[in-house]
């Protein structure tokens, strides 16, 4: 398989044609938007909890390219069901990975579901940042602002 | 001290070029880069040109045999490197029709913008004034004079362009009726629309009102004839590696009068004619803007694209790209899905445009993997797409060295591009 190839597997290309957790999302205020300085392309992201605390669903309102589109899209089933803690790790490690940091970022990629699509965005460097993006605003929408309490 | 410095020679009345056509295919030899990659496209010149041998040999020749720092040894060989970099200022002055004085070496397009802004802008600017820039500028037009404008207190306006791209010169009494307009920021040539600019209208609309004009000529000085008293500018700016030189030089060239009354921007050595521990004076023009040992070398090179281009002839240059953007304009308005950013009268030789349905990160990853190089992204332009609704668009951008086959290789690989994403 070529790097392009790789880059655009199937995977990602319906991912892109069909993003889940794709919503309007008029109310995010203007702060939590992301932009990918490179491009221009943003990114509106909000995080709904259940009960228990816990990631209900992730909806995303995302101009962006196949990569950025998809990423967020794949973002929504990685993340549901976790705690915030959690989505926050699995946002930092997958960041790292992405950039092709840490001792085995293939392999943590592909050991975690359809993430794995995205190992081939490391052999393109300036995809990282539209990779990244929707991972950014997550991290973002998870800090609890000070003297709150999310219940996590 | 200073070496003298040449005079530019007098502008030679043009003749018509009698000579045949240029051959792209024939040029593109010229340069190693493309002559060692046959199936390659390169057509990304509006971001930097690739460079032609000619211009590869004077750095190489420059270092090999005339390497010293100038302005400074009486030794033959840093002699010998004066002449060699006081040569290339005087070669510059002669191709925009200048003064050798009138040119002031900087990094480039921005940092001779920049100059104008912390120099005269900051000397000249304040309450009560304006700045009149165009909606079409590239960043390196506008952000100079936002973070002036933030410290001096004056005013920022713009002169907006219509859906075709064209600058709405119909509004430009409306906002010089006050009288307040200091300078006018304009760019020649619209890097995302392509628009070749009525500088010469507005600069006289702008001097019978009492402003300067400063023209952006990045994307013009490679393609066409630029001549500074026609254009009827006060300051130009441009960038070397723009015009197949090397990256890290490029020109400020203001009228001499002007000059003479703008502080220096930047100290150091080379700017001064004489320093005391408190107090220094400033060297005579154009030294004084010229901090620092310079990019000789770099001098030396741009010196050498433009001899080349002019070897070419601007005119031949300039009606085979007008030739080569029809053709490319026609290909692309046919392929299903793309809408071009500009339709403007004038067009420069670059193609910006938006393809249905499909991302242009996505578009310019798919073409670079058919070996055809585009640029994808705001270009420097956030503004421009801002207006035209878009956040980016992917932008074929040619040169002397551009082919119909390459054209015809782009628009059917967008095709392609626009089946696969779909």
Redesign the interface.
């Known amino acids: 398989m070529?790097d392009?190839d790789e880059?655009?597997q199937e995977i990602i290309?319906d991912h892109?044609?069909r993003p889940r957790g794709a919503a309007r999302l008029d109310e995010v205020p203007e702060g939590e938007i992301h932009e990918n300085p490179?491009?221009?392309?943003?990114l509106k992201l909000k995080v709904e909890y259940g009960p228990d605390g816990r990631i209900a669903r992730v909806l995303h309102e995302s101009?962006?390219?196949?990569?950025s589109v998809a990423s967020a899209s794949m973002l929504t089933g990685a993340v549901a069901g976790l705690v915030p803690a959690e989505a926050l790790s699995l946002a930092g490690e997958v960041e790292a990975a992405l950039r092709g940091q840490g001792d085995d970022p293939r392999g943590f990629l592909e050991g975690n579901g359809e993430l794995a699509a995205l190992a081939g965005v490391a052999a393109?460097p300036a995809?990282v940042k539209?990779a990244s993006l929707a991972w950014r605003a997550l991290e973002s929408a998870l800090a609890p602002p000070p003297g709150t309490d999310r219940g996590s | 001290m200073s070496a003298p410095i040449p005079r530019g020679a007098p502008e030679t009345p043009s003749r018509p070029d009698d000579r045949p056509p240029l051959d792209p295919a024939v040029l593109r030899g010229e340069f190693p880069l493309l002559a060692a990659n046959p199936d390659f496209a390169y057509l990304d010149s509006a971001a930097t040109t690739q460079k032609p041998g000619a211009v590869l040999d004077a750095l190489d020749r420059f270092y090999r045999e005339s390497n010293a720092n100038v302005h400074r040894g009486l030794y033959p060989l840093a002699e010998k490197a004066t002449a060699a970099y006081e040569g290339a200022r005087g070669e510059v002055a002669h191709f925009l029709g200048a003064l050798a004085r009138e040119v002031v070496w900087t990094r480039g397009t921005t940092e001779s913008i920049n100059l104008v802004a912390q120099s005269w802008g900051r000397a000249s600017l304040g309450p009560g004034d304006a700045v009149l820039l165009t909606g079409m500028e590239h960043h390196a037009g506008l952000v100079p004079w936002q973070i002036l404008a933030a410290e001096r207190g004056f005013e920022l306006r713009f002169l907006p362009f219509d859906a075709r791209g064209e600058l709405e010169l119909e509004r430009l009494e409306a906002l010089f009726e006050d009288g307040r307009v200091r300078l006018v920021g304009v760019v020649h040539g619209s890097n995302v629309l392509g628009t070749i600019n009525p500088v010469e209208r507005i600069a006289a609309f702008a001097h019978e009102r009492g402003a300067l004009v400063l023209v952006d000529a990045a994307q013009t000085v490679p393609h066409r004839r630029v001549d500074v008293r026609s254009l009827g500018a006060d300051f130009l700016a441009f960038s070397g590696h723009k015009a197949y030189g090397p990256t890290g030089i490029g020109v400020l060239w203001a009228r001499e009068a002007l000059l003479e009354t703008m502080p220096p921007w930047q100290g150091g050595g080379d700017m001064i004619l004489s320093v005391r521990l408190e107090k220094s004076t400033w060297n005579e023009l154009p030294y004084k803007f010229e901090a620092g040992t310079p990019d000789i070398a770099g001098a030396v090179g741009l010196a050498a694209a433009l001899r080349w281009l002019d070897s070419l002839g601007r005119d031949r240059i300039a009606e085979a790209e007008r030739s080569l953007t029809a053709y490319a304009v026609g290909r692309l308005a046919a392929v299903e899905g793309l809408r071009l950013l500009g339709e403007p009268d004038e067009r420069g030789p670059l193609a910006a445009f938006d393809l249905e349905g499909v991302h242009p990160h996505d578009v310019a990853q798919f073409l670079g993997k058919e070996g055809l190089a585009v640029r994808s992204g705001h270009h420097c332009a956030q503004p421009v797409h801002r207006e035209l609704g878009l956040a980016a668009s992917a932008r074929a951008s040619f040169a002397v060295h551009t082919t119909r086959d390459e054209i015809d290789r782009l628009a059917e690989a967008l095709v392609r591009c626009r089946r696969y994403f779909s």
């Not at chain 1, 490179?38 to 943003?42: I, N």
Request: with cysteine.
């Open positions: 070529s392009f880059l655009y290309l892109y044609r490179t491009c221009g392309d943003s101009r962006g390219c196949a990569i393109f995809r539209c």
